[in-house]
């Protein structure tokens, strides 16, 4: 069985940084893209950032480029989101997720199979 279990999440002011891990467990995810999502209050959950386990293509949203940088640790099989120069819209509940079949990445939350917790993160200004 697939676990996810994210840390890292915190309240920091803005143009802080902080990092999210994202503990993956339960198979093999070599043809496995592993992503972070994020959900403000009242709104739906978009779309942040993704990796493909095997060949380590990364895709990063417009709203997060050039501050977020999003990588593995095989031999840990973690996942990392590091974010740099926060801001009061990043304020959201930051989930990571992971599907099956690394041919397309999936910009959508349906095309995710599993889902961690979640970990806030906090911007104040």
């Known amino acids: 069985q697939v676990q996810l279990v994210e840390s890292g999440g915190g309240l920091v002011q803005a143009g802080s940084s902080l990092r999210l891990s994202c503990a993956a467990s339960g198979r093999t995810f070599s043809n496995y893209v592993m992503a972070w999502f994020r959900q403000a209050p009242g709104k739906e959950r978009e779309f942040v950032a993704a990796?493909?386990?095997?060949?380590?293509?990364?895709y990063y949203a417009d709203s997060v480029k050039g501050r977020f940088t999003i990588s593995k640790d095989n031999a840990k099989s973690t996942v990392y989101l590091q974010m740099n120069s926060l801001k009061p819209e990043d304020t959201a509940v930051y989930y990571c997720a992971t599907k099956y079949g690394s041919g397309t990445i999936g910009y959508t939350e349906r095309q995710y199979n599993y889902w961690g917790q979640g970990t806030q993160v906090t911007v104040s200004s």
């Open positions: 990796i493909t386990w095997s060949t380590g293509r990364i």
